[in-house]
């Protein structure tokens, strides 16, 4: 999976270098991706469980082998934002700006790439490669809408996040239920509750 998540960083950086083919390089490759390791577990004997598990996620299926894994993915990732966050800051709002001043923008936007893919790797067995994305958009959505600076922004989605993270897991264990459905449920009512507050603000 993590050989697959580097690929695939590697394919979007070097195939969705103009903005307007970015979109339909990531949708491509989700899908291609997706069918793939459908394809791949179909030779398993344990077709159904391992569908299930990568679709949905299983918290409590994680081994603690895997965990240590996940850790450091989540320290190596958090390391390296902060290590490029300026740069990659300048070269996302001001990319002419950022390149006069002598940031790599691929280079940076391919580094970013590649945090996003190891992060994506570590949490796909806890969440589910189909209700990750979840995680990916809506705090960060939801703290732009409530803050306009950066730095309180990423502070604040990284709340948001982890405060899913914890409540879906909480219910997942309570409810015997997918931890990916409530991922997605959580997610959804911390943007609507960030969009409701952005709006009677603008009042």
Not at 54 to 61: D, K, R
Not at 89 to 102: D, F, I, Q
Request: with cysteine.
């Amino acid at each position: 999976m993590g050989l697959a998540a580097l690929l695939s960083a590697v394919g979007i950086s070097l195939l969705g270098r103009k903005k307007r083919r970015r979109d339909a390089v990531i949708a491509l490759m989700l899908v291609f991706l997706l069918a793939s390791g459908a394809f791949l577990l179909s030779l398993s004997d344990d077709y159904t469980n391992q569908v299930y598990a990568l679709l949905f996620g299983q918290v409590l299926a994680v081994a603690d082998s895997d965990l240590a894994v996940m850790t450091g993915l989540a320290m190596l990732g958090v390391l390296i934002v902060a290590i490029i966050a300026r740069p990659l800051l300048l070269s996302s709002v001001t990319p002419e700006l950022a390149k006069a001043r002598g940031v790599h923008n691929q280079l940076v936007e391919f580094v970013f790439t590649l945090v996003i893919a190891a992060v994506t790797t570590a949490s796909v067995p806890v969440v589910g490669a189909m209700l990750l994305f979840s995680l990916l958009v809506a705090p960060p959505a939801a703290a732009c809408l409530l803050c306009s600076r950066p730095l309180r922004a990423g502070i604040l989605s990284c709340a948001f996040s982890l405060l899913c993270i914890w409540v879906s897991i909480a219910l997942s264990v309570m409810t015997d239920m997918p931890v990916g459905f409530f991922v997605a449920l959580s997610c959804t009512c911390v943007y609507g509750a960030a969009k409701i507050i952005a709006m009677i603000r603008a009042r």
